[in-house]
């Protein structure tokens, strides 16, 4: 960010300042430009033991996570783990598949006749002497074999007697547990064989987070000698140290360093009167988006917010600019279809799709449709459109409709198709965006792009037609996400230009060229699909 600061001199004359928010190119000073905030000989005595104290952390820590020790640890441990996996999952099929075969032949068992009395002709053969200590498994698995031969002679309508019965089933259970033993048993190898690797593994890796933590720490103590070397004075003359601005949280990164600060500092400690301040943007747009080159844009919340109003202070400062919204299009809607259960709108650039909070804001579609249809139950709209964005609207005249309509939406079965002028070439004739969008938490709202933390958001583009210096696009939103084709469009990974006619993320025009050209949906009522269609203004 860049910022001009407009001052008057004690001699009546205006004059310019400039600055730039941190470093610019890797440097403090730059010869037009006014120096940093910050005591530079109290910097001086804390930089170079700091830069050196961090980096020697950051390289032991970068040390040893590249070391042959740890690199082994993890190799072996991984490799146990995948073992572990696919062992655990053969045995798994393995059981299960057993499993499956002892229902069967439970099934088969059960669905014998029994008589009372056991026929000598169908007792189990006798079973070998053994010695002891292998009696159990081998009498288990003779028996296992000998009833299985029974179930393969005998025709499936063959009687059985009680005591064959329940032998035949009593070796069916003793099957499953030993399923489960095998279980155990190979539970207890795998937790031994974890024993011998993860401990050394986490300990390693500890080590690793141990010293990340150091340097952190390091780091937020260095970061309060830095804070300390800042002297914020206001226009009465005021100074306070720059932590105390913050309501005892701790200052972000950068903070005292932005352009507003340079530029209001320079000028009480010169004797200036500040006349008007205005902050823009300059280069190559930051990775979230929601920059671009040549565009004002206001301080930003975490790092101004608590600093400029102090230093404003003994200025007269206008009023913070609220909202207005533009002169009301004609209340008539313009009705495109309706029906005893929905009717689809096209909805003016300027006007909102539901009141606004304050009382200055009240006049929307939704407020029309209440008036126009008084007896309709319900929420109305099925969906809404940005206010400086025009185009249709669906909205149901009862309840039963409108949760129709919000499950085609929801589950994407509603087809949209928006035009807009793009402010710019486009490369390619056709493509897919897929940039994940937030809220701008400092520059409420504006959207920007966020890979961690922002809701998926998903564009198919076709070009309709370049003109000279602009493309007109035809938009497909596949997810329905704040701000996202004007997103989408203005974003180096999108589109690379915004749209004509942008305030938020472009230059601001007579309107916003985006309109919202066709809907296409399932009537909840009749079952068939329906399609509207309204041409651009534009």
Same mark, same amino acid.
């Given at each position: 960010m860049f910022g001009v600061l407009v001052v008057r001199q004690a001699d009546g004359t205006f004059g310019v300042l400039r600055a730039f928010s941190a470093m610019l190119a890797g440097r403090w000073d730059v010869p037009g430009f006014v120096p940093p905030v910050f005591d530079r000989d109290a910097r001086a005595r804390v930089e170079p033991v700091a830069d050196a104290t961090v980096k020697a952390l950051l390289a032991r820590a970068e040390a040893w996570s590249a070391s042959e020790e740890l690199r082994r640890l993890r190799e072996e441990d991984d490799a146990r783990q995948a073992r572990e996996a696919t062992e655990r999952e053969a045995m798994r099929q393995r059981h299960e598949t057993r499993r499956r075969q002892r229902h069967e032949r439970r099934a088969a068992i059960l669905a014998r006749p029994v008589q009372t009395e056991p026929r000598a002709a169908e007792t189990l053969p006798p079973l070998p002497s053994t010695d002891a200590e292998a009696a159990p498994e081998r009498t288990k698995t003779e028996r296992v074999q000998a009833l299985h031969t029974l179930d393969q002679e005998k025709p499936?309508?063959?009687?059985?007697?009680?005591?064959?019965?329940? @032998?035949?089933?009593? /070796? !069916? &259970?003793?099957?499953? %547990?030993?399923?489960?033993?095998?279980?155990?048993?190979?539970?207890?190898?795998?937790?031994?064989?974890?024993?011998?690797?993860?401990?050394?593994?986490?300990?390693?890796? @500890?080590?690793?987070? /141990? !010293? &990340?933590?150091?340097? %952190?720490?390091v780091s937020r103590g260095f970061m309060k000698q830095f804070h300390g070397t800042y002297a914020i004075t206001n226009a009465r003359g005021e100074t306070r140290p720059l932590r105390s601005l913050y309501g005892g949280a701790e200052p972000p990164s950068g903070a005292g360093d932005c352009a507003g600060a340079k530029l209001l500092s320079y000028a009480f400690a010169h004797g200036l009167q500040p006349v008007a301040l205005a902050e823009f943007w300059w280069g190559t747009p930051p990775a979230s988006g929601g920059r671009i080159q040549g565009a004002f844009y206001p301080a930003c919340r975490d790092k101004c917010g608590p600093l400029l109003p102090f230093m404003l202070e003994g200025l007269e400062v206008s009023a913070p600019r609220v909202f207005?919204?533009?002169?009301?299009?004609?209340?008539?809607?313009?009705?495109?279809?309706?029906?005893?259960?929905?009717?689809?709108?096209?909805?003016?650039?300027?006007?909102?799709?539901?009141?606004?909070?304050?009382?200055?804001?009240?006049?929307?579609?939704?407020?029309?449709?209440?008036?126009?249809?008084?007896?309709?139950?319900?929420?109305?709209?099925?969906?809404?459109?940005?206010?400086?964005?025009?185009?249709?609207?669906?909205?149901?005249?009862?309840?039963?409709?409108?949760?129709?309509l919000q499950r085609q939406f929801l589950h994407r079965d509603v087809a949209k198709r928006y035009v807009a002028l793009i402010d710019g070439p486009v490369q390619g004739d056709t493509g897919t965006i897929t940039l994940p969008l937030r809220v701008d938490l400092d520059d409420r709202p504006r959207q920007i792009v966020d890979p961690v933390h922002g809701k998926p958001a998903v564009t198919d583009w076709e070009v309709l037609r370049r003109e000279a210096g602009h493309t007109r696009v035809a938009f497909h939103p596949r997810t329905g996400r704040t701000h996202q084709l004007r997103v989408h469009a203005a974003h180096p990974l999108g589109l690379g230009s915004p749209i004509v006619g942008d305030p938020l993320y472009g230059h601001a025009g007579l309107r916003l060229h985006l309109h919202a050209e066709t809907l296409s949906f399932v009537h909840p009522a009749t079952g068939q699909r329906v399609s509207f269609t309204r041409a651009a203004p534009f």
């Open positions: 499936t309508a063959s009687v059985l007697t009680e005591s064959e019965r329940a @032998r035949a089933l009593h /070796a !069916l &259970d003793q099957e499953s %547990r030993g399923d489960k033993a095998e279980k155990r048993r190979w539970d207890a190898a795998q937790e031994e064989a974890r024993r011998q690797l993860a401990p050394a593994r986490a300990k390693a890796e @500890r080590r690793v987070r /141990a !010293l &990340d933590r150091l340097r %952190r720490i207005v919204p533009p002169p009301a299009p004609t209340p008539e809607l313009s009705i495109v279809f309706e029906d005893a259960w929905l009717v689809v709108i096209d909805k003016p650039c300027g006007l909102l799709s539901v009141p606004g909070r304050d009382a200055s804001l009240l006049d929307s579609v939704l407020t029309r449709l209440r008036a126009r249809y008084p007896h309709a139950t319900g929420p109305l709209l099925a969906h809404r459109l940005d206010l400086d964005t025009s185009g249709l609207l669906v909205a149901a005249l009862d309840s039963r409709t409108h949760a129709s």
